[in-house]
């Protein structure tokens, strides 16, 4: 009974690449958040989906980010031409239903 | 509004001891209350969690008293051990909102003394 996955753990960009992270939600769990978090902070809500639909992305910032939750597959969050400021703890959390989380391990991004 | 603020920021007790974190809200919408407990290097583990119509709620050493009129709640850790120094997250989320999204509290970190 895997919990939620996700990959790659540490991933290190060059400030214009982008950045493709990836979730896996727990088994029967067909909501997926993420979230973010900065240093010596608190998490902050991003993006809400299910499959196939963005449900809530009040949370992303409006210029270079992107997530999807295709049919098939896990979820990515996706940073285009990333920059410093982007360098921060991604988790992704998902539920069988409404409110209940659980969080994957998260990817820690690093931009030089 | 969709603020929730959780104090102290830092917590030092003793093995043995009761830590109480604190954390209140303004948003009455708010109706669930989780608590999440994050190891350095991972990710935030659900602890326990609450609604506003109980005031009390008690899984193993951890217990949530919640004041629905002060619109505060807390989280208490009985005999607590060593292994319990960690951050502790704080969050709301509210049942009229579509994603159910969680608005975390800024932490507290914990550090028990053996």
């Known amino acids: 009974n895997a919990g939620v996955m996700q990959n790659p753990r540490h991933l290190v960009r060059r400030r214009g690449q982008e950045a493709r992270l990836r979730c896996s939600p727990m088994?029967?769990?067909?909501?997926v958040y993420w979230y973010r978090q900065l240093p010596e902070e608190g998490l902050k809500f991003m993006v809400y989906?299910?499959?196939?639909?963005?449900?809530?992305e009040s949370g992303m910032p409006k210029e270079r980010f992107s997530a999807e939750f295709p049919k098939e597959g896990p979820s990515i969050l996706r940073i285009q031409q990333v920059v410093r400021g982007d360098s921060a703890a991604y988790f992704c959390?998902?539920?069988?239903?409404?409110?209940?989380?659980?969080f994957g391990p998260g990817t820690r991004l690093t931009v030089l | 509004q969709q603020q929730v603020k959780q104090s102290p920021q830092s917590l030092i007790v003793q093995k043995g001891g009761i830590p109480i974190i604190n954390c209140a809200y303004e948003?009455?919408?708010?109706?669930?209350f989780p608590w999440y407990q994050q190891f350095p290097g991972k990710g935030p583990a659900l602890l326990i969690a609450?609604?506003?119509?109980?005031s009390e709620k008690k899984e193993g050493r951890f217990t949530i008293s919640f004041n629905k009129s002060a619109k505060q709640f807390s989280l208490h850790i009985m005999d607590s051990q060593p292994g319990d120094s960690a951050t502790y997250f704080c969050a709301a989320s509210m049942g009229s909102d579509s994603s159910y999204k969680l608005i975390f509290g800024s932490g507290t970190r914990l550090l028990v003394r053996p």
């Open positions: 989906l299910q499959k196939e639909n963005i449900i809530d």
């Open positions: 959390a998902s539920s069988r239903s409404y409110n209940e989380q659980f």
């Open positions: 948003n009455t919408a708010f109706d669930y």
């Open positions: 609450i609604r506003p119509d109980v």
């Open positions: 088994k029967g769990h067909s909501h």
